[in-house]
């Protein structure tokens, strides 16, 4: 949920990158119910490789995943799309809908949980995934829906939602929320699903990750389960594995 989250990643990135220019921000309008999101891009705005759209967690920078992205942009050959979560989380973090910091003081399970705000993200992020559809800039069967801890979770939800079915998901760090709509959903599931999660998450759940792992599984999706002996992080593992599932679309 924070900068830490990455900082393994970072560092790989300072040193894969070199002096690649970092695209400005930019901000997408979309249909006038949803909120414009200001996106980060990595990588051509079209073209043929496939596009991740790669959310951060809360609480996190509206920039956290960029160093993340660039490393996938290099390394799968993959064009990256990272938007900002549109609720301010002071001092310096964005969130896709509230959450109760007494609620990260331990481990929890957020299935039960219809978060308030959550179908205003889901909306937002649809907006833009069809924004980017009609200018030319993706395709649905080239699409990747990706993010960390809340991030992941948007991921999953959107790309249960979304009347077009993408390539994959990708969930780090997240696990189920609203779960009985998603179950009632998973007929909908990408055909391939990447899930990494630390036995030891002091945030969320290790539990509750291998329940929603099952639930694609009983869809029919081929699920790449990549759990690792730490907490609620991206280490270096969790990446070349990541690398390689994405690398497999091409």
């Given at each position: 949920?924070?900068?830490?989250?990455?900082?393994?990643?970072?560092?790989?990135?300072?040193?894969?990158?070199?002096?690649?220019?970092?695209?400005?921000?930019?901000?997408?309008?979309?249909?006038?119910?949803?909120?414009?999101?200001?996106?980060?891009?990595?990588?051509?705005?079209?073209?043929?490789?496939?596009?991740?759209?790669?959310?951060?967690?809360?609480?996190?920078?509206?920039?956290?995943?960029?160093?993340?992205?660039?490393?996938?942009?290099?390394?799968?050959?993959?064009?990256?799309?990272?938007?900002?979560?549109?609720?301010?989380?002071?001092?310096?973090?964005?969130?896709?809908?509230?959450?109760?910091?007494e609620g990260?003081?331990?481990?929890?399970?957020?299935?039960?949980?219809?978060?308030?705000?959550?179908?205003?993200?889901?909306?937002?992020?649809?907006?833009?995934?069809?924004?980017?559809?009609?200018?030319?800039?993706?395709?649905?069967?080239?699409?990747?829906?990706?993010?960390?801890?809340q991030g992941?979770?948007?991921?999953?939800?959107?790309?249960?939602?979304?009347?077009?079915?993408?390539?994959?998901?990708?969930?780090?760090?997240?696990?189920?929320?609203?779960?009985?709509?998603?179950?009632?959903?998973?007929?909908?599931?990408?055909?391939?699903?990447?899930?990494?999660?630390?036995?030891?998450?002091?945030?969320?759940?290790?539990?509750?990750?291998?329940?929603?792992?099952?639930?694609?599984?009983?869809?029919?999706?081929?699920?790449?389960?990549?759990?690792?002996?730490?907490?609620?992080?991206?280490?270096?593992?969790?990446?070349?594995?990541?690398?390689?599932?994405?690398?497999?679309?091409?």
């Amino acid at each position: 949920m924070t900068r830490t989250a990455i900082l393994a990643a970072a560092s790989i990135a300072l040193a894969a990158c070199g002096g690649e220019r970092r695209a400005e921000p930019a901000r997408l309008e979309s249909q006038p119910s949803a909120r414009a999101l200001t996106v980060h891009r990595v990588g051509a705005e079209t073209g043929d490789a496939p596009l991740v759209v790669l959310m951060h967690g809360w609480g996190a920078p509206g920039d956290d995943l960029v160093a993340l992205g660039r490393i996938l942009h290099q390394r799968a050959g993959v064009r990256v799309l990272l938007p900002e979560a549109p609720l301010e989380r002071p001092p310096t973090g964005r969130a896709w809908w509230p959450i109760d910091p007494e609620g990260l003081r331990r481990p929890s399970d957020r299935g039960g949980e219809t978060p308030a705000g959550m179908a205003e993200a889901r909306r937002d992020v649809i907006a833009l995934l069809d924004a980017e559809r009609a200018r030319g800039g993706l395709t649905p069967s080239r699409t990747v829906l990706a993010g960390f801890s809340q991030g992941a979770m948007l991921a999953a939800d959107v790309a249960l939602e979304w009347e077009h079915r993408p390539a994959g998901l990708v969930m780090m760090s997240g696990g189920p929320v609203d779960e009985a709509r998603w179950r009632a959903r998973m007929d909908r599931a990408p055909p391939r699903v990447f899930q990494s999660h630390g036995r030891r998450d002091a945030l969320l759940r290790f539990d509750a990750a291998e329940r929603l792992r099952q639930h694609f599984e009983g869809a029919g999706a081929d699920v790449t389960f990549v759990e690792f002996d730490g907490g609620h992080t991206i280490p270096d593992g969790v990446l070349e594995r990541l690398v390689g599932f994405l690398r497999g679309l091409s």
